[in-house]
């Protein structure tokens, strides 16, 4: 292989490794995209938000700067308490909004579940600024 060849292969190598690293997502593991949808998981970015018992990491879901869906992650809150205010719907209170919509919205906690429902709360906004700044 001549030298030019061998240039140009390291050349391709170089620049297709950098188009890998920006299709996949930050280096830090908060989000990541894949076929123009990014997904935030907040367990670093809210470790010193706290529902009653401890961190309720959630799953957010963005795709065309609208909010798809979030789901929660593993969490430690009393599984009653939580499973309650997931019942009262509160990770659906953001879908089909807008990132702007979504962090201007003014979601009400579920009663019965109230250190819980403003954690979410608190990590929606965190995820959602994230996504914001990163994207």
């Not at 995209?33 to 670093?44: A, E, L, P, R, S």
């Not at 529902?51 to 795709?63: A, N």
């Not at 205010?85 to 089909?96: S, T």
């Amino acid at each position: 292989m001549k030298k030019s060849g061998i240039i140009a292969l390291f050349c391709a190598l170089v620049l297709g490794g950098a188009f890998l690293f920006l299709a996949c997502g930050t280096k830090d593991g908060v989000m990541t995209k894949k076929n123009g949808v990014y997904t935030i998981d907040t367990t670093t970015l809210s470790q010193n938000v706290k529902g009653y018992i401890g961190p309720t990491p959630l799953l957010i879901t963005v795709e065309k700067d609208k909010v798809v869906k979030i789901e929660a992650l593993e969490n430690s809150e009393t599984p009653r308490f939580f499973k309650h205010m997931l019942d009262g719907g509160i990770l659906e209170k953001w879908n089909g909004l807008t990132v702007d919509e979504a962090l201007n919205a003014n979601v009400d906690v579920v009663a019965g579940a109230t250190y819980s429902s403003n954690a979410v709360i608190e990590n929606v906004r965190l995820g959602l600024a994230y996504y914001k700044e990163h994207k």
